[in-house]
T-cell receptor
Framework: GAVVSQHPSRVICKSGTSVKIECRSL??????MFWYRQFPKQSLMLMATSNEGSKATYEQGVEKDKFLINHASLTLSTLTVTSAHPEDSSFYIC????????????FGNGTRLTVT | QKEVEQDPGPLSVPEGAIVSLNCTYSNSAFQYFMWYRQYSRKGPELLMY????GNKEDGRFTAQVDKSSKYISLFIRDSQPSDSATYLCAMSVGNAGKSTFGDGTTLTVKP
């Protein structure tokens, strides 16, 4: 089945620094990937839709200058949290649609970001 | 009101019980329905994927979709402690766009 790899699984950074999270589709090409944020015991909150070769589409209330998304190839999308603050600490998850028509979303294993 | 409603639980059952998880929704345009299982500190894992109304069975799992009632269900037979996780329902209008998720139901299966 479709596999989505996300790296790193956990990162701790200091306030004011930037952190890059990678999302790769390992055995298929993904023209569209999605980035989510999840707080403890809450559901997934869609942050943005990443489109290969074009600008990402951000959900309302998500700062595009703070959460930079780059989808430079059909197998890689990156999310960079710029000038991170403690309130950015969260679980970030990416997803991509698998091969073929009517394919559902497959998720990476998430990145737990802690900003100190 | 949320587009997708899901009882967060928590739900606790003894091993071997039949588990019923449910979601309701308000958008009649939804046509694709998914159930995901999420273990703590992990990404969601796809369990079931159905299009339009009907039933789908995969091993111990059965997914039901009733579009007339805007109601979907996931049944787990012979539940195991390893089934303890949070179960998320999700649905979408088309197959290429974003999905809308429920808040998840936390299930504990006790040995």
């Amino acid at each position: 089945g479709a596999v989505v790899s996300q790296h790193p699984s956990r990162v701790i950074c200091k306030s004011g620094t930037s952190v890059k999270i990678e999302c790769r589709s390992l055995d298929f090409q993904a023209t569209t990937m999605f980035w989510y944020r999840q707080f403890p015991k809450q559901s997934l909150m869609l942050m943005a839709t990443s489109n290969e070769g074009s600008k990402a589409t951000y959900e309302q209330g998500v700062e595009k200058d703070k959460f930079l998304i780059n989808h430079a190839s059909l197998t890689l999308s990156t999310l960079t949290v710029t000038s991170a603050h403690p309130e950015d600490s969260s679980f970030y998850i990416c997803s991509a649609r698998g091969l073929g028509d009517n394919s559902p979303l497959h998720f990476g294993n998430g990145t737990r970001l802690t900003v100190t | 009101q949320k587009e997708v409603e899901q009882d967060p639980g928590p739900l606790s059952v003894p091993e071997g019980a039949i588990v019923s998880l449910n979601c309701t929704y308000s958008n009649s345009a939804f046509q694709y329905f998914m159930w995901y299982r999420q273990y703590s500190r992990k990404g969601p894992e796809l369990l079931m994927y159905t299009y339009s109304s009907g039933n789908k069975e995969d091993g111990r799992f059965t997914a039901q979709v009733d579009k007339s009632s805007k109601y979907i269900s996931l049944f787990i037979r012979d539940s195991q402690p390893s089934d303890s996780a949070t179960y998320l329902c999700a649905m979408s209008v088309g197959n290429a766009g974003k999905s809308t998720f429920g808040d998840g139901t936390t299930l504990t299966v006790k040995p």
